[in-house]
T-cell receptor
Framework: GEDVEQSLFLSVREGDSSVINCTYT??????LYWYKQEPGAGLQLLTY?????DMKQDQRLTVLLNKKDKHLSLRIADTQTGDSAIYFC?????????????FGSGTRLQVQP | DADVTQTPRNRITKTGKRIMLECSQT?????MYWYRQDPGLGLQLIYY???????NKGEISDGYSVSRQAQAKFSLSLESAIPNQTALYFC????????????FGEGSRLTVL
């Protein structure tokens, strides 16, 4: 498809793990990203993964990449209330020719105490 | 001070009015972007500029124009605002490095009545 797809909403309890999924569009995308948007703020880069990697871990964050299925996931271990935000998946598509990123619709993560 | 500053942060205007959103950055990046965010639709690219003399249309440029006044300044104009341009607008910058990470401003919320 043409769109980067994400589910719109995820609710978890504090201390549980969160898994946010994304299906991207371009099998030749070189970098895949996860951005976080807190209320009233712009997007901030959380982490990224290069396309020749299957997994990347950074403290509580684990990114898994399945190139065959064009599937990207973000796992947040021991989710905290401060993790409540909107999470955007993005890809650097080869067809744009200029490296502008293509974003998904965002997944709103709600962490319940 | 923020590295990417957008003004105004909030604006309410009427149909047919001309509106300018301004963006300035202190990161020294050559590349600047304007995105639009609508609930459930993620971010859509309006225009991008890779240097002062390089301006490119994004996915949804109709009804918008831009001006790159200097390396640090990139403004977005709505010549005749219409209600479906009500949205949250983000300016972003990037360096030409391989990862293509975007750095976002805090957003400008525009309401067109």
């Amino acid at each position: 498809g043409e769109d980067v797809e994400q589910s719109l909403f995820l609710s978890v309890r504090e201390g549980d793990s969160s898994v946010i999924n994304c299906t991207y569009t371009d099998s030749s995308s070189t970098y895949l990203y996860w951005y976080k948007q807190e209320p009233g703020a712009g997007l901030q880069l959380l982490t990224y993964i290069f396309s020749n990697m299957d997994m990347k871990q950074d403290q509580r964050l684990t990114v898994l990449l399945n190139k065959k299925d064009k599937h990207l996931s973000l796992r947040i271990a021991d989710t905290q209330t401060g993790d409540s935000a909107i999470y955007f998946c993005a890809e650097k598509r080869a067809d744009t020719g200029r490296r502008a990123l293509t974003f998904g619709s965002g997944t709103r993560l709600q962490v319940q105490p | 001070d923020a590295d990417v500053t957008q003004t105004p942060r909030n604006r309410i205007t009427k149909t047919g009015k001309r509106i300018m959103l301004e963006c300035s950055q202190t990161k020294g990046h050559d590349r600047m972007y304007w995105y639009r965010q609508d609930p459930g639709l993620g971010l859509q690219l309006i225009y991008y500029s890779f240097d002062v003399k390089d301006i490119n249309k994004g996915e949804i440029s109709d009804g918008y124009s831009v001006s790159r006044q200097a390396q640090a300044k990139f403004s977005l104009s709505l010549e005749s605002a219409i209600p479906n341009q009500t949205a949250l607008y983000f300016c972003a910058t990037s360096s030409p490095g391989a990862t293509g990470e975007l750095f976002f401003g805090e957003g400008s919320r525009l309401t067109v009545l």
